[in-house]
């Protein structure tokens, strides 16, 4: 049992995850939990300091619960999902004093926007637009290949549409054709629309106190959408030089003193960096979970450290490793997603059963026979974890995991 | 890829395992749900390899200690049930099954002393580890059926390997004893339905008959040797099981004499066990128009049952012809019984029988029956023979693995109260596809309603044909009552049942409110209405309906249960209990709270199973009886009733106490 540290600060954290409470739960700091009611009789039965709040929107209520947690003492709210991150910023700039903070919070949350500031920041960014109906995407897919010089008939560079406001890859749509326009429902406009990158992406994981980075982590991605691992392959870790200058650029246009980013990049073949998008709350794909698997920290109780204000230089130091040097091996998960339309049953794959990397996965069996068809990035069915030395062996293990069965 | 060895795999795994295992340690107890399934699904993949199982046994203890039962049914093995976790075995889910078989691994390190639990001594793990492999002893011996292999899937061979490395940790000796008392304990219920039992005779004889079992034999296996001979040679004849032809052919050259012997040997291994073996029906029909005389001691009848034969013989001789088959061989102890029970001087029951012989089955009841095969008896057939095992036996029905307690108890009570009855609704399930009963004046018919029912399981053939019949118009009671502002039982049970159930009707709770309500007054009326020493010494002339809440061996309620209260006495020890009749497959159950259900020993007869007055009343939330037999004063002991309210209290009623 960890004793709470009345010296160090007093967090909250918005929204409702397990690992999180876990994490924070066994640290030294106090802390509470504000997230929504359906989660209260079990936060009640196991003693987690808790406070029903619904994050559905965003409304003249902020400063009454910003008012409740000054009230208890707390120091900063932590967002956990993007859902949260406007309510942290509000919610902040009352703890804090720091009427920006809110604006900022803002940036983070409205893609188009967050764009623009990047742009003024000199961040290199892709073209982009914003589109309000059907019509914007077609005339934006037509610009961009004519901007390509395609000639008639040539296939088309296709486009990313984005909602605004999901995290990760929710509501993330790659557009080739106006075909694949009609499908879009009317109800996922307002979104962004942007060109695509021939290159390589990859996430970014940047902890910050007093405005310097305190951990930086490259997760390369295999595939988008399917899998990630960490450390990255040594060919993308060349790249941390120029990729800790880009986050630097990134703190400074966001005007960034404490917390976490999660930016994603893509590098071209001329080694160009390209900015995606940043979040400022825990990646998906249980990143953080694989960041503990191969490095031993806590990233969560890292994310603590990097709000809390109280947290002093010393303490942050030593919390963090080496990057990559302290790494005692690749961490790596892979998404499940069915193959076929109908499916029966989980089956793992015997060679992926088999495969010395495959530690365990967090399948479920199928309740339901028909598989929907993807028609964004959607969720997947489940994660599947692999831990072993070679990077580049864990890479083409990822890889291939895509073109294998695991639902029947 | 280079195959790797199953030792570098081992040592992998064990790495991946132990460091899941540091995880769940560390997690709160909130969020070790997560790490649990990484933890199983680990475990998994360890058990499979050689020698996987050693590797999680000896971590067994600091699995345990990092939380991996905690919030679990498997936290508290204390109150394991061990037929509870022999079945989630066969049922559960893979996540069930891997956590009952690490919970058995962990009950088999504490009964070798090799893991300390804080809440189990090595004596009571030793016990429960021998009832749970006891129940699945045929998978120690890897004799899965086709359905439990399918269900089990990849797990099979996992399921398989623990219980043999789980059973040579414990010792086959002291499994086997454990078998042996659970079968008798079973067969002192007399149960109808007794495939199950015969199973596990098979296992014992099995695991006897296996050179390397690594038991000495002897004294301890009696018990073992007088139920397989029951089964499989309980005669001279065919002591050494030489197969149904050849039995049949050393008939053919047996003197009287030795008929004789075969005959008083068929009787006694029946009565001693309630089973009968399949020579038996070969026997009986050998003696047909041969040697009838001795037909009586085949039978192993009393002179009560001699008298009814005598008076009955026509009647009861083609029975046996028509019913009597090594298929149907258990129907020899009901045709017994019947006799025994002298309910054929009952006037309408013989001609009853006779037209049950003749009668024609629809298609439907023949569906329930399991349709026609051509490798066994007729459905005619079994229906017939298991009519006689339930007038034989009224108290051996069971409601098999289906919620239908109310119309097995129904079958229970008109087999002992009114065959009769009882054999003009087989006619009209099995003819007619319909069973008319009446409520308040309206008749409901159950054809119309039958068809929608699922079929039922594991019950003999008469309550597969009826009990679906029953279990709608059942319902179709209760949809009468609806919006009535009382518990329907009230009025649906007397009608249901007979006019013999009390018209006066007591509940323990509140209906809308599920809270206890005048309690103390159901008490006290219970006792002037059953206790003879309180109500005028009355005996229950018609057992009665009651409802009881069940509770679980940690005394929570589980739900609420029909039962009949068949009577009310002293037991030998002079103590008063009350014998009822559990419609529940296996009556001896544990209730928590030092409520324990006894079967057999004190003074049950087959079938029955008693408390003492005040812990069933304890129990008890629903009872009939005639208002004008309730004493004018009522009275009860007052001590004794406070001592059920703190039973009640304790237990099931434990959040039902009225705020004032």
């Given at each position: 049992m960890n004793q709470k540290n009345p010296e160090k600060g007093y967090v909250a954290l918005l929204g409702w995850s397990l690992g999180a409470i876990d994490a924070v739960d066994r640290f030294d700091r106090r802390y509470v939990v504000v997230a929504p009611e359906w989660a209260e009789a079990y936060a009640k039965e196991h003693d987690i300091p808790f406070i029903p709040w619904d994050f559905e929107r965003l409304n003249d209520r902020s400063y009454e619960i910003a008012q409740m947690l000054q009230d208890k003492g707390v120091d900063v709210a932590i967002p956990l999902f993007e859902e949260t991150v406007e309510w942290a910023g509000a919610i902040n700039s009352v703890l804090l004093d720091q009427p920006r903070l809110f604006g900022q919070a803002m940036l983070f949350r409205d893609k188009a926007l967050m764009k623009r500031r990047a742009q003024l920041g000199g961040i290199r960014v892709g073209i982009f637009e914003e589109a309000h109906d059907k019509a914007d995407v077609v005339r934006f897919l037509k610009r961009v290949n004519q901007t390509l010089l395609k000639l008639h008939g040539d296939p088309n560079d296709p486009i990313h549409m984005k909602a605004f406001d999901k995290a990760g890859c929710l509501g993330h749509r790659v557009i080739r054709t106006p075909d694949d326009v009609d499908n879009i429902p009317d109800d996922e406009f307002p979104a962004l629309l942007e060109s695509h990158l021939d290159g390589w992406e990859f996430a970014v994981e940047a902890w910050i106190h007093g405005g310097k980075i305190r951990f930086l982590n490259i997760s390369e991605y295999v595939t988008l959408g399917y899998s990630v691992f960490v450390p990255a392959t040594p060919e993308l870790e060349s790249y941390r030089p120029q990729i800790t200058r880009q986050i630097e650029k990134l703190i400074k246009t966001f005007d960034i003193e404490f917390g976490f980013v999660h930016p994603e990049y893509f590098v071209t073949n001329d080694g160009v960096m390209y900015f995606g998008e940043v979040a400022y709350r825990p990646p998906g794909f249980n990143v953080f979970e694989l960041l503990e698997r191969s490095y031993g920290f806590n990233a969560y109780q890292g994310l603590v450290l990097a709000f809390d204000p109280k947290t002093t230089d010393e303490e942050i130091e030593a919390f963090f490793p080496q990057p990559v040097a302290d790494a005692t091996g690749h961490a790596g998960c892979f998404g499940v997603y069915p193959r076929r339309r109908v499916v029966s049953e989980l089956q793992i794959p015997e060679e992926t059963e088999n495969h010395p990397y495959f530690e365990f996965h967090e399948l479920n069996p199928p309740w339901e026979q028909k598989v929907t068809k993807r028609t964004a990035f959607g969720t997947h069915w489940g994660l599947v974890y692999f831990y072993g030395d070679d990077p580049h062996r864990m890479r083409d293990l990822l890889k291939h995991q895509e073109e294998l069965d695991f639902y029947v | 890829m280079p195959a790797e060895s199953p030792e570098a795999r081992l040592k992998q795994l064990t790495d991946h395992l132990d460091r899941a295992q540091d995880r769940l340690a560390q997690a709160r107890p909130f969020a070790k749900s997560t790490q649990t399934v990484r933890v199983l699904e680990i475990t998994r993949r360890v058990m499979t390899l050689p020698g996987g199982i050693e590797v999680v046994y000896a971590r067994i203890g600091d699995l345990e200690q990092a939380g991996l039962f905690a919030a679990s049914d498997w936290a508290h093995p204390d109150k394991l049930q061990p037929a509870m976790a022999a079945n989630t075995i066969r049922t559960g889910s893979k996540e069930a099954i891997l956590l009952e078989c690490l919970s058995e691994l962990r009950l088999a390190a504490v009964a070798r002393g090799r893991h300390h639990h804080p809440s189990l001594t090595a004596e009571q793990a030793t016990r429960l580890i021998t009832q749970i492999l006891a129940l699945n002893l045929r998978l120690i011996f890897r004799q899965l059926t086709e359905a439990e292999r399918l269900a089990l899937g990849p797990l099979a061979e996992v399921v398989q390997s623990h219980y043999e490395f789980v059973a040579r940790q414990i010792g086959f000796g002291d499994i086997l004893e454990q078998l042996v008392d659970e079968i008798w304990r079973i067969l002192a219920q007399r149960p109808v339905q007794v495939d199950h039992v015969k199973d596990m005779i098979t296992s014992v004889a099995v695991c006897l008959s296996q050179p390397d079992n690594g038991l000495e034999g002897g004294a301890q296996f009696r018990g073992a040797e007088r139920l397989i001979s029951a089964v499989y040679g309980p005669t001279r004849g065919c002591q050494e099981d030489p197969g149904l032809q050849v039995y049949q052919e050393r008939l053919e050259t047996m003197d009287q004499p030795t008929l004789r012997n075969e005959a008083l040997g068929f009787g006694r291994a029946m009565h001693d066990t309630g089973l009968v073996s399949p020579y038996h029906p070969v026997f009986l029909r050998f003696l047909r128009n041969r040697y009838d005389e001795l037909i009586s001691e085949a039978l192993g009848l009393s002179s009560t049952g001699s008298d009814a034969l005598a008076c009955y013989r026509d009647l009861v001789f083609r029975l046996i012809d028509e019913a009597v088959w090594p298929e149907t061989a258990q129907t020899i102890y009901g045709l017994a019984g019947l006799l025994e029970r002298g309910i054929l001087y009952n006037p309408p029951l013989a001609p009853a029988l006779w037209r049950q012989i003749n009668l024609q089955l629809c298609p439907a009841a023949i569906q329930r029956l399991g349709g026609e095969s051509?490798?066994?008896?007729?459905p005619r057939v079994h229906l017939l023979a298991a009519i006689l095992n339930v007038l034989g036996q009224p108290l051996g029905v069971g409601q098999g693995n289906n919620p239908t307690c109310q119309a097995a108890r129904a079958l229970s009570m008109w087999s002992s109260n009114d065959p009769d009855y009882l054999l003009q609704l087989v006619a009209w399930a099995a003819r007619d596809n319909d069973v008319v009963m009446h409520f308040e004046g309206q008749a409901i018919h159950s054809g119309e309603l039958v068809s929608a029912l699922p079929p039922l399981t594991d019950v003999d053939p008469l309550s597969a044909v009826i009990v679906p019949h029953l279990d709608a118009i059942y319902h179709a009671m209760g949809r009468l009552c609806v919006g009535r502002p009382e518990d329907p039982h009230r009025w649906i049970n007397p009608e249901f049942h007979g006019w013999w159930v009390g018209h006066g009707f007591a509940i323990a709770v509140d209906v809308a409110s599920g809270q206890l309500q005048a309690y103390e007054d159901f008490l006290r009326l219970f006792y002037a209405c059953y206790h003879p020493l309180y109500n005028g010494n009355n005996p229950v002339i018609h057992p009665q309906p009651a409802g009881i809440a069940v509770t679980d061996s940690a005394a929570r309620f589980m739900g609420w249960h029909a039962i009949s209260i068949q009577r009310v006495a002293l037991d030998p020890s002079g103590a008063m209990r009350v014998y009822f009749f559990n419609p529940n497959n296996d009556s001896g159950q544990d209730w928590g709270g030092e409520v324990r259900v006894s079967t057999a020993g004190c003074g049950e007869r087959f079938g029955e199973a008693s408390l003492p007055f005040a812990a069933f009343a304890s129990r008890l939330y629903i009872f009939y009886y005639d208002p004008r037999e309730v004493p004018a004063q009522v009275q009860a002991p007052p001590e004794e009733v406070s001592e059920v309210l703190q039973l009640a209290t304790t237990s099931w009623a434990r959040d039902r106490q009225p705020t004032a």
């Amino acid at each position: 049992m960890n004793q709470k540290n009345p010296e160090k600060g007093y967090v909250a954290l918005l929204g409702w995850s397990l690992g999180a409470i876990d994490a924070v739960d066994r640290f030294d700091r106090r802390y509470v939990v504000v997230a929504p009611e359906w989660a209260e009789a079990y936060a009640k039965e196991h003693d987690i300091p808790f406070i029903p709040w619904d994050f559905e929107r965003l409304n003249d209520r902020s400063y009454e619960i910003a008012q409740m947690l000054q009230d208890k003492g707390v120091d900063v709210a932590i967002p956990l999902f993007e859902e949260t991150v406007e309510w942290a910023g509000a919610i902040n700039s009352v703890l804090l004093d720091q009427p920006r903070l809110f604006g900022q919070a803002m940036l983070f949350r409205d893609k188009a926007l967050m764009k623009r500031r990047a742009q003024l920041g000199g961040i290199r960014v892709g073209i982009f637009e914003e589109a309000h109906d059907k019509a914007d995407v077609v005339r934006f897919l037509k610009r961009v290949n004519q901007t390509l010089l395609k000639l008639h008939g040539d296939p088309n560079d296709p486009i990313h549409m984005k909602a605004f406001d999901k995290a990760g890859c929710l509501g993330h749509r790659v557009i080739r054709t106006p075909d694949d326009v009609d499908n879009i429902p009317d109800d996922e406009f307002p979104a962004l629309l942007e060109s695509h990158l021939d290159g390589w992406e990859f996430a970014v994981e940047a902890w910050i106190h007093g405005g310097k980075i305190r951990f930086l982590n490259i997760s390369e991605y295999v595939t988008l959408g399917y899998s990630v691992f960490v450390p990255a392959t040594p060919e993308l870790e060349s790249y941390r030089p120029q990729i800790t200058r880009q986050i630097e650029k990134l703190i400074k246009t966001f005007d960034i003193e404490f917390g976490f980013v999660h930016p994603e990049y893509f590098v071209t073949n001329d080694g160009v960096m390209y900015f995606g998008e940043v979040a400022y709350r825990p990646p998906g794909f249980n990143v953080f979970e694989l960041l503990e698997r191969s490095y031993g920290f806590n990233a969560y109780q890292g994310l603590v450290l990097a709000f809390d204000p109280k947290t002093t230089d010393e303490e942050i130091e030593a919390f963090f490793p080496q990057p990559v040097a302290d790494a005692t091996g690749h961490a790596g998960c892979f998404g499940v997603y069915p193959r076929r339309r109908v499916v029966s049953e989980l089956q793992i794959p015997e060679e992926t059963e088999n495969h010395p990397y495959f530690e365990f996965h967090e399948l479920n069996p199928p309740w339901e026979q028909k598989v929907t068809k993807r028609t964004a990035f959607g969720t997947h069915w489940g994660l599947v974890y692999f831990y072993g030395d070679d990077p580049h062996r864990m890479r083409d293990l990822l890889k291939h995991q895509e073109e294998l069965d695991f639902y029947v | 890829m280079p195959a790797e060895s199953p030792e570098a795999r081992l040592k992998q795994l064990t790495d991946h395992l132990d460091r899941a295992q540091d995880r769940l340690a560390q997690a709160r107890p909130f969020a070790k749900s997560t790490q649990t399934v990484r933890v199983l699904e680990i475990t998994r993949r360890v058990m499979t390899l050689p020698g996987g199982i050693e590797v999680v046994y000896a971590r067994i203890g600091d699995l345990e200690q990092a939380g991996l039962f905690a919030a679990s049914d498997w936290a508290h093995p204390d109150k394991l049930q061990p037929a509870m976790a022999a079945n989630t075995i066969r049922t559960g889910s893979k996540e069930a099954i891997l956590l009952e078989c690490l919970s058995e691994l962990r009950l088999a390190a504490v009964a070798r002393g090799r893991h300390h639990h804080p809440s189990l001594t090595a004596e009571q793990a030793t016990r429960l580890i021998t009832q749970i492999l006891a129940l699945n002893l045929r998978l120690i011996f890897r004799q899965l059926t086709e359905a439990e292999r399918l269900a089990l899937g990849p797990l099979a061979e996992v399921v398989q390997s623990h219980y043999e490395f789980v059973a040579r940790q414990i010792g086959f000796g002291d499994i086997l004893e454990q078998l042996v008392d659970e079968i008798w304990r079973i067969l002192a219920q007399r149960p109808v339905q007794v495939d199950h039992v015969k199973d596990m005779i098979t296992s014992v004889a099995v695991c006897l008959s296996q050179p390397d079992n690594g038991l000495e034999g002897g004294a301890q296996f009696r018990g073992a040797e007088r139920l397989i001979s029951a089964v499989y040679g309980p005669t001279r004849g065919c002591q050494e099981d030489p197969g149904l032809q050849v039995y049949q052919e050393r008939l053919e050259t047996m003197d009287q004499p030795t008929l004789r012997n075969e005959a008083l040997g068929f009787g006694r291994a029946m009565h001693d066990t309630g089973l009968v073996s399949p020579y038996h029906p070969v026997f009986l029909r050998f003696l047909r128009n041969r040697y009838d005389e001795l037909i009586s001691e085949a039978l192993g009848l009393s002179s009560t049952g001699s008298d009814a034969l005598a008076c009955y013989r026509d009647l009861v001789f083609r029975l046996i012809d028509e019913a009597v088959w090594p298929e149907t061989a258990q129907t020899i102890y009901g045709l017994a019984g019947l006799l025994e029970r002298g309910i054929l001087y009952n006037p309408p029951l013989a001609p009853a029988l006779w037209r049950q012989i003749n009668l024609q089955l629809c298609p439907a009841a023949i569906q329930r029956l399991g349709g026609e095969s051509l490798n066994s008896v007729a459905p005619r057939v079994h229906l017939l023979a298991a009519i006689l095992n339930v007038l034989g036996q009224p108290l051996g029905v069971g409601q098999g693995n289906n919620p239908t307690c109310q119309a097995a108890r129904a079958l229970s009570m008109w087999s002992s109260n009114d065959p009769d009855y009882l054999l003009q609704l087989v006619a009209w399930a099995a003819r007619d596809n319909d069973v008319v009963m009446h409520f308040e004046g309206q008749a409901i018919h159950s054809g119309e309603l039958v068809s929608a029912l699922p079929p039922l399981t594991d019950v003999d053939p008469l309550s597969a044909v009826i009990v679906p019949h029953l279990d709608a118009i059942y319902h179709a009671m209760g949809r009468l009552c609806v919006g009535r502002p009382e518990d329907p039982h009230r009025w649906i049970n007397p009608e249901f049942h007979g006019w013999w159930v009390g018209h006066g009707f007591a509940i323990a709770v509140d209906v809308a409110s599920g809270q206890l309500q005048a309690y103390e007054d159901f008490l006290r009326l219970f006792y002037a209405c059953y206790h003879p020493l309180y109500n005028g010494n009355n005996p229950v002339i018609h057992p009665q309906p009651a409802g009881i809440a069940v509770t679980d061996s940690a005394a929570r309620f589980m739900g609420w249960h029909a039962i009949s209260i068949q009577r009310v006495a002293l037991d030998p020890s002079g103590a008063m209990r009350v014998y009822f009749f559990n419609p529940n497959n296996d009556s001896g159950q544990d209730w928590g709270g030092e409520v324990r259900v006894s079967t057999a020993g004190c003074g049950e007869r087959f079938g029955e199973a008693s408390l003492p007055f005040a812990a069933f009343a304890s129990r008890l939330y629903i009872f009939y009886y005639d208002p004008r037999e309730v004493p004018a004063q009522v009275q009860a002991p007052p001590e004794e009733v406070s001592e059920v309210l703190q039973l009640a209290t304790t237990s099931w009623a434990r959040d039902r106490q009225p705020t004032a």
